[in-house]
T-cell receptor, first 114, second 114 residues
Framework: GENVEQHPSTLSVQEGDSAVIKCTYS??????FPWYKQELGKGPQLIID?????GEKKDQRIAVTLNKTAKHFSLHITETQPEDSAVYFCAACSSGGSNYKLTFGKGTLLTVNP | NAGVTQTPKFQVLKTGQSMTLQCAQD?????MSWYRQDPGMGLRLIHY???????DQGEVPNGYNVSRSTTEDFPLRLLSAAPSQTSVYFCASTLGRRLGSPLHFGNGTRLTVT
C-alpha cells in the first residue's frame, strides 16, 4: 500500500517568515495530493490540493509543489501569521478500482511566534 | 447545515466494555469514513463506506465494526474495548469518489480505555 512520510514533525517560525513542509510518497500510481490543516480541538480541514498532472498550485499565501519523478510534494506558506499555527497533514490518494482512500502523513505542528 | 456531527465528544471506558461512536452528516454525502489519530501516527483509516449498505476495511480495522444503513449515519462500534484503542476518532464524509472532493471531518471523539 501507499506510504507517506512527512517532515518536519515540528516547525517553529517567526511571524512573517515562510514555512515549508515536505512529504514523500511510495506509490507511483498516486495521483491526488491534498493538504489538511487541523486547529486545536477541531477536525482537519482541506486547505489546498494538487493533482499529478500539475506541478504547482497557489492560493494566496499557500502553495503546493509536486515532483512526480522524485515522488515528493511540499507545502509552502509565505508571510506566516499566528493564525497559521496548527497541525498540517499531507496525504496521497491511490486511486484504483472503486476505492477512494487517503493515506496521511504523520503531521507537522507549525507554531508561528508573534 | 451542521456538516459532520460526532457524539460523544469524550468517553472513558473500562477494558472489555462496548460502545458505539455516532457519526451523522447532513450533506447527502455518498462516502463516509472513520479515522483514528494517535500522537506521532497521523490519521489512520479504520473503515469506510462508499454508500448505504456498503462498507470496507481500511488500514487498522481490527477491533471495530461498522454498518451503513442510511446515507446520513455511519456508527463505529467497539465490541470489547482495549487500552490500545485509546485515541481520538474522526468521522469524515465526502460527496463521492471524484478526486478533489474534500473530506469533511467532524470534531472528533476522544476515547480513553482504562
Amino acid at each position: 500500500g501507499e506510504n507517506v512520510e512527512q517532515h518536519p514533525s515540528t516547525l517553529s517560525v517567526q511571524e512573517g517568515d515562510s514555512a515549508v513542509i515536505k512529504c514523500t510518497y511510495s506509490d507511483s500510481a498516486s495521483n491526488y495530493f491534498p493538504w489538511y490543516k487541523q486547529e486545536l480541538g477541531k477536525g482537519p480541514q482541506l486547505i489546498i490540493d494538487i493533482r499529478s498532472n500539475v506541478g504547482e498550485k497557489k492560493d494566496q499565501r499557500i502553495a503546493v509543489t509536486l515532483n512526480k519523478t522524485a515522488k515528493h510534494f511540499s507545502l509552502h506558506i509565505t508571510e506566516t501569521q499566528p493564525e497559521d499555527s496548527a497541525v498540517y497533514f499531507c496525504a496521497a490518494c491511490s486511486s484504483g478500482g472503486s476505492n477512494y482512500k487517503l493515506t496521511f502523513g504523520k503531521g507537522t505542528l507549525l507554531t508561528v511566534n508573534p | 447545515n451542521a456538516g459532520v456531527t460526532q457524539t460523544p465528544k469524550f468517553q472513558v471506558l473500562k477494558t472489555g466494555q462496548s460502545m458505539t461512536l455516532q457519526c451523522a452528516q447532513d450533506m447527502n454525502h455518498e462516502y463516509m469514513s472513520w479515522y483514528r489519530q494517535d500522537p506521532g501516527m497521523g490519521l489512520r483509516l479504520i473503515h469506510y463506506s462508499v454508500g448505504a449498505g456498503i462498507t470496507d476495511q481500511g488500514e487498522v480495522p481490527n477491533g471495530y465494526n461498522v454498518s451503513r444503513s442510511t446515507t446520513e449515519d455511519f456508527p463505529l462500534r467497539l465490541l470489547s474495548a482495549a487500552p490500545s484503542q485509546t485515541s481520538v476518532y474522526f468521522c469524515a464524509s465526502t460527496l463521492g469518489r471524484r478526486l478533489g472532493s474534500p473530506l469533511h471531518f467532524g470534531n472528533g471523539t476522544r476515547l480513553t480505555v482504562t
